[in-house]
């Protein structure tokens, strides 16, 4: 269809060869006609270059060299984007076949919408099923108060409200997401749909589940942005546990959570 909106997709990568090819796949494969590629490798020394020129033909840009970091990469790929849409993919993780047209079909029919999430598959480091994201809609209350429940690589937005919120915060090396949908919040409206968008690898060694003080810390620098005084409110814990209450009822009453799938974390 070439009434679909272009859509940049930007792939930050260090040291992921295990996974960048099966990653650049799920992108590429989709066929989606208004696609527009960009892949920010940090300086890899394991191979990941090699595979990236393997597809340099699908993509509109792509580098090798050392950025500062994960933000540091995604926002220099937002720099080469020219895409209707943007959306970011970790070299580990992978978009669902057809979720592209999907989302593009979404954005066309919903102009009211300047970001839509779906749902996510979590996997292991081999690719099996752990368990299945299914989400409640964007809540301002609950996600201040809980956690970042939006699955990051089931979020796609349009470019102007990236534009008008101040894109992302490089000083904010794990809570760089949940900093930037809370500032879409802001500035316009979040949906969700139910579908299943993506599959995030979920493994011991991963930079989520190493530097998890980290991103606690970070979390709580957003969520204190909207404290009036700066400092955390007296009823701040009372909020959470009726947030808590509201999203595990929610999620319980829609049949959102996941029986049956592994719980644990298998690392190979």
């Not at 260090?14 to 996974?19: G, L, S």
């Not at 979020?155 to 949940?178: K, T």
């Not at 995030?200 to 942005?225: A, W």
Request: glycine share 8%; net charge positive; charged share 25%.
């Amino acid at each position: 269809m070439n009434t679909l909106p272009k859509i940049s997709v930007v792939v930050p990568s260090f040291n992921q060869a295990r996974y960048l090819e099966l990653t650049l796949r799920s992108i590429i494969d989709q066929n989606y006609p208004n696609l527009e590629l960009i892949v920010i490798d940090g300086g890899s020394n394991d191979g990941s270059p090699e595979i990236i020129r393997r597809h340099e033909n699908h993509m509109k840009f792509w580098c090798s060299e050392p950025d500062g970091g994960q933000t540091y990469g995604i926002v220099k790929g937002f720099s080469h984007a020219t895409g209707d849409i943007l959306c970011f993919i970790n070299s580990d993780d992978l978009l669902e076949p057809g979720s592209l047209h999907e989302v593009g079909r979404y954005f066309t029919q919903h102009p009211e919408a300047d970001a839509v999430y779906g749902n996510a598959l979590w996997i292991d480091a081999e690719g099996k099923a752990i368990r299945p994201q299914k989400e409640m809609p964007f809540s301002r209350f609950i996600f201040l108060h809980t956690y970042n429940y939006i699955p990051g690589m089931s979020m796609f937005w349009r470019r102007e409200i990236y534009d008008r919120s101040g894109g992302l915060n490089p000083e904010f090396q794990m809570a760089f997401d949940a900093d930037l949908w809370m500032r879409f919040s802001d500035h316009g409206t979040i949906k969700h749909i139910a579908r299943q968008w993506s599959r995030m690898r979920r493994y011991s060694d991963q930079k989520t589940m190493r530097l998890r003080e980290v991103t606690i810390r970070e979390d709580m620098l957003v969520r204190s942005r909207y404290w009036k005084d700066q400092s955390m409110p007296s009823t701040y814990y009372l909020r959470r546990k009726i947030a808590l209450v509201i999203r595990i009822a929610w999620k319980l009453f829609t049949g959102c959570y996941g029986w049956g799938y592994q719980r644990r974390i298998k690392d190979t």
